[in-house]
């Protein structure tokens, strides 16, 4: 049970608490042109492909990663932030870092009673073991996901996950940037005060609608390609007043745009065309990482 937790928490990580996104327009079909973002960076000999993933979907975006598809049939290499499908990688990293260790206190030393009550009532009937055990960050993620489940969304259409299965359907490597380790531990290295407001936000967003909203707003934008719609929703994070969002703005995404680079910049120089996939909102805005292979003197073309 904490393996299937671990696997869907992990794949929606960085998607899940993106808040508000304007949906202006209808999603296109998934086979259409504008279905997400694909980008081509080159500098001279040196070339790689980067795809904007996002971390959950409808089950129609299966369509989207069909290996013909212009853009993923050449890739000879898929890149993820992580791979989390390294089921005993996962499982050690969330026993290391989303739980309390046995004798330790719990869930309950850590949060107000009446928040706890709240988030057990919001899990009850899932299934899911109790939440006593997990540190808030975690409790809140899996609140998440399961709302996103609730609203016909699954971790198994994201990006990632879609793309892992094309990697293992046509015996093309795969490879990460990041450990899943490294970034289970990027939240709980977020403050106590931090963790409480992530999970305050996750209880009180599903409470009262707007947080299946987001979900559905985050989804469609990414679904039309908005990139400016991402860039302005970056910002609004940058200058929340809640620490949890700008945690997620700060230290979760441009935090780590220095590593992300020094990767793609090995793949791209690697003499195999790499396809990497990491979130959208990593590649938006003047910290984004776009911006920051321009500055290294690539070229970037959007392709779809």
Not at 10 to 36: E, F, H, N, R, S
Not at 54 to 60: M, N, Q, S
Not at 181 to 197: C, T
Not at 276 to 302: C, E, F, N, S, W
Request: aromatic letters at 6%; one cysteine or more; glycine letters at 8%.
């Amino acid at each position: 049970m904490l393996l299937r937790i671990a696997r869907q928490a992990c794949l929606i990580v960085a998607a899940a608490l993106a808040p508000l996104l304007p949906l202006t327009a209808a999603a296109q079909d998934a086979t259409g042109a504008g279905y997400g973002f694909l980008w081509e960076a080159t500098r001279g000999a040196e070339r790689v492909r980067l795809l904007g993933a996002i971390h959950v979907g409808r089950p129609e975006a299966a369509a989207a990663y069909r290996a013909d598809r212009t853009g993923l049939r050449d890739a000879q290499v898929f890149a993820f932030e992580a791979n989390v499908f390294d089921a005993r990688a996962t499982l050690a990293a969330m026993q290391r870092w989303a739980t309390y260790p046995e004798g330790a206190p719990g869930l309950d030393a850590h949060v107000d009673a009446a928040l706890l009550a709240r988030a057990e009532k919001l899990l009850a009937g899932s299934g899911l073991p109790a939440c006593c055990r997990m540190k808030p960050w975690m409790l809140a993620n899996t609140l998440i996901m399961l709302e996103t489940m609730r609203a016909g969304f699954g971790p198994g259409y994201g990006s990632e996950a879609q793309l892992h299965q094309l990697a293992l359907a046509t015996g093309r490597p795969v490879v990460e940037i990041e450990s899943i380790d490294e970034q289970l531990r990027l939240f709980d290295e977020a403050p106590a005060a931090v963790q409480r407001d992530y999970l305050r936000r996750a209880v009180e967003t599903i409470e009262d609608g707007s947080g299946r909203a987001e979900i559905e707003r985050l989804v469609g934008a990414w679904e039309r390609g908005d990139a400016a719609a991402l860039q302005a929703q970056l910002a609004q994070m940058l200058r929340s007043e809640r620490a949890a969002q700008r945690f997620v703005a700060e230290r979760l995404i441009r935090d780590r745009h220095p590593k992300m680079l020094a990767a793609i910049e090995r793949f791209a120089a690697s003499g195999r065309l790499h396809l990497v996939a990491i979130g959208a909102l990593h590649y938006v805005g003047p910290d984004g990482l776009l911006q920051m292979l321009r500055d290294r003197g690539y070229t970037v073309k959007r392709l779809q």
